[in-house]
């Protein structure tokens, strides 16, 4: 690499030191994990009159050094509008964890021994060569005049001992590149399994306060920028340190007086450049982030283009991108003259340190003070020593932001999720009924502690039965699902499932066996269908598979395609209309067979035509389930069994619907004599029913609270008729509490105000 780029990289290395502050990130859930790293994504562009202002006191220093002062005259623009406010304060940067990253270390010591080793054999022979060819040339000198056998004889044995040095370091070169790219590569590869691991491991919360595109960033960049550095510290750093010790010594050797003088103009050297780069490199940085900030532009126009479309935008787009093209192209070339400039010029002093060690060379040798030889060798190893010197400097700079990206990776990999995954009991298949209740559940997010969504909330879904939630957008309908999923822990109160707390179930057992989820966005992987369909069990067979999309009646359509099961959905399911990608969400959710069923809003981005054919897979897959349905609107859940009203984070209303489940052909229908999961256990008694039956409706349509001393727990099988008269089962395996208890928890009617806590 030619001498002036190694030093502009080392200069740029220089600016780098210092990593760039990032807005700081709240973690778990008000800064405990910083996320602290600089974003890749283009960060917020600076104000321009704060980047003139920096790019000026830099560009100063370096347009001093080129003689070119009126650009300075900017500098003088006063600073940042008082008005404007103080960016926030970075977050201290994690320390880096070494007893983590020798975890990762140990397995590839024996091949990080052997390129270590191999590395300081290269530098020392580097430091070997410029003698060597000093010696050749002196031989070269002395006999290239006289007959050519005799300068054939003499020269073969140090030009043989040189080639055999070269080949040598060359061997040596190989061997520890290749070990250290095979050390790299697996020491990157094992972090990144584990922090992926480790982030899949973390709690939802964890993702409301992080944004995707960070931790994306952690996996990719992050442990890239740390696998360069650390291979660069080994390689470079021994290499160049080796090297600028051992030709130091050479050079002394050689010629005191030459390396006084080299000692004097190097530094200076690479301080120049130091300071040109810094500036070169800001600039880079600038048009970087301006490239960056025309493809955020095309990005989204592309990623919306049926959006520009709809409202004509195309020509404003394009304007947009132009603009910000020309920016980009401006900077750039701004970029290409400075680095022209500093081309030249360090081609300029360097060329003139090699006439000045020739000219003072020279005088030393009339004075015979110096050899040929001599001289040729300090001339070599004093480019080794420029070389390496700036190799050093770019390393400095690396090591560090390596450092860095890799404290940012091992804090993340230490993170414990507040809720494991796994751990805890599970309910044996054959008693599990799916009884769920809300007590007293009050709840904020963790991102957004003052604000109470739910408020002393209480609920029970009884076996088998469809208990729909209905209320205002905003209102915690969907809050309640991901507590019943255990996204979230409850503030306060408890949730049970079949009496047990859901806070001692295991995690993974709950999601993976008892609840499916279907939701109002359903995301497909851009995979295959039956790959998206064996999501929800991934063991499953292909007929298993087959016959959770017949019952999500998605068979159909499927087989319909030419690959059949094995069309491809695309990017998040975009090659399947809405319809579709629901019913094979549905059939996806079935697969597992859950007991509880949690549908939220599941067709409410679906026109009427679609909207009736998800419907119908729907009632086939609540029969025989205990399901929460979700939904705004009172008129789409008249089917439930029983429809909760929630305003304000508590229940202020609970009125029985129609509750008539349709059978899916080939499944049981929901009849009073008993819902077909419980049939089995019909004659228990429930131990945990906790409060109150159900009573027939008042004239309102409203259930009320049955008269005090009510049984704890009423027998099973306790039909009794809906407001439209048709028969259904309230508690396949019990009385029917629930319902009251969440119009009783709250207060019937009441409207609270959700509090800030
Ligand atoms: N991840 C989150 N972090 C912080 N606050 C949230 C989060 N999700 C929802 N909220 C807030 O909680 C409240 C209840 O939201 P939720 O989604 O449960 O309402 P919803 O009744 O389902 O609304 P919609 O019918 O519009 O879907 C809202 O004020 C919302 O802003």
């Not at 972090?191 to 944004?211: G, H, I, N, P, Y």
């Not at 960056?292 to 709809?310: F, H, I, S, Y």
């Not at 949690?598 to 419907?615: G, M, N, Y």
């Not at 309102?700 to 049984?711: I, T």
């Amino acid at each position: 690499m030619p001498l002036p780029v190694l030093l502009l990289r080392a200069a740029g290395a220089w600016t780098r030191l210092r990593p760039p502050s990032v807005p700081g990130r709240s973690f778990r859930y008000g800064g405990r994990l910083g996320l602290a790293g600089p974003p890749r994504l283009p960060p917020a562009p600076p104000a321009p009159r704060r980047l003139l202002l920096a790019g000026s006191a830099t560009g100063c220093v370096v347009l001093g050094l080129l003689r070119t002062a009126a650009h300075c005259q900017e500098a003088t623009v006063p600073a940042v509008p008082p008005a404007a406010p103080e960016p926030p304060e970075s977050p201290p940067e994690p320390p880096f964890d070494w007893p983590l990253f020798w975890t990762f270390l140990r397995p590839q010591l024996l091949a990080l021994s052997a390129a270590v080793v191999l590395a300081l054999g290269a530098a020392l022979l580097n430091v070997r060569i410029p003698v060597l060819l000093g010696q050749l040339v002196n031989v070269v000198a002395r006999c290239a005049r006289g007959h050519v056998s005799t300068y054939l004889r003499e020269v073969r044995r140090p030009a043989l001992r040189l080639l055999a040095v070269y080949c040598l370091q060359g061997l040596m070169t190989f061997g520890y590149i290749a070990l250290l790219a095979r050390v790299g590569e697996q020491v990157a590869g094992n972090m990144r399994k584990a922090l992926f691991s480790a982030l899949l491991r973390q709690e939802v919360a964890f993702f409301d306060a992080t944004r995707t595109g960070q931790l994306v960033t952690r996996l990719t960049a992050d442990i890239q920028e740390f696998k360069s550095s650390f291979k660069l510290a080994i390689s470079q750093g021994l290499r160049s340190g080796t090297q600028t010790a051992g030709c130091f010594v050479s050079l002394y050797l050689l010629s005191p007086k030459l390396t006084g003088l080299l000692l004097v103009a190097l530094p200076v050297l690479v301080s120049a450049g130091a300071f040109i780069g810094a500036f070169l490199r800001s600039l880079s940085r600038q048009a970087q982030e301006q490239v960056a900030k025309a493809t955020v532009v095309a990005d989204e126009a592309l990623g919306n283009v049926r959006t520009v479309r709809a409202f004509a935008m195309e020509e404003q787009q394009a304007g947009l991108f132009r603009a910000e093209v020309d920016r980009a192209g401006h900077l750039s070339e701004q970029l290409g003259f400075g680095i022209a400039a500093f081309q030249g010029l360090s081609n300029l002093a360097l060329n003139g340190i090699v006439l000045g060690t020739i000219f003072v060379g020279g005088s030393l040798m009339a004075g015979d003070e110096l050899s040929p030889g001599d001289l040729m060798s300090f001339l070599v190893a004093s480019q080794t020593v420029q070389r390496s010197m700036a190799n050093i400097s770019i390393l400095m700079g690396q090591v560090v932001r390596g450092l860095s990206a890799g404290a940012r990776v091992f804090e993340l990999l230490r993170l414990e999720p507040l809720v494991p995954l796994q751990g805890g009991i599970s309910i044996p298949a054959h008693s599990l009924r799916g009884h769920i209740c809300f007590n007293h559940v009050s709840f904020s997010y963790p991102t957004r502690p003052g604000y109470r969504v739910l408020e002393d909330f209480s609920l029970t879904l009884p076996p088998c039965q469809t208990v729909a939630i209905v209320g205002p957008s905003g209102g915690g309908k969907s809050t309640v699902a991901a507590l019943l999923e255990r996204f979230y822990e409850p503030t306060a109160g408890t949730i049970t499932l079949d009496g047990h707390d859901i806070a001692s179930l295991d995690p993974s057992w709950l999601r993976g066996q008892v609840i499916g989820f279907i939701s109002q966005e359903p995301v497909l992987f851009g995979t295959t269908i039956m790959e998206n369909i064996r999501f929800g069990k991934p063991g499953a067979s292909d007929a298993e598979v087959y016959e959770a999309a017949r019952l999500a009646d998605a068979d159909g359509f499927i087989r319909s395609f030419p690959e059949g099961y094995d069309t491809i959905v695309g990017e998040r399911g975009t090659a399947l209309s809405g319809g579709q990608k629901q019913r094979i969400a549905i059939a996806r959710a079935l697969l597992k067979d859950p007991a509880v069923l949690i549908l939220d809003e599941a067709t409410s981005a679906l026109d009427a035509q679609a909207e009736r054919a998800v419907q119908e897979a729907l009632d086939r897959a609540a029969a025989g389930r205990t399901v929460l349905l979700i939904a705004h609107r009172l008129s789409t859940v008249q089917d439930a069994h029983l429809i909760a009203v929630l305003a304000q984070g508590r229940v202020v209303e609970v009125r029985r619907g129609a509750g008539r489940g349709r059978a899916a052909p080939g499944r049981p229908q929901v009849t009073p004599s008993g819902c077909p999961r419980c049939l089995h256990r019909q004659g228990l008694t429930s131990s945990w029913c906790d409060g109150g039956v159900s009573t027939p409706s008042s004239s309102d349509g409203r259930l009320r609270r049955g008269p005090e001393g009510s049984p704890r727990c009423s027998p099973i099988n306790r039909g009794w008729k809906a407001d439209g008269g048709l028969p259904f089962v309230v508690g396949c395996c019990e009385g029917s509490s629930g319902p009251l208890e969440g119009a009783l928890g709250t207060g019937e009617g009441a409207g609270p105000g959700r509090g800030r806590g």
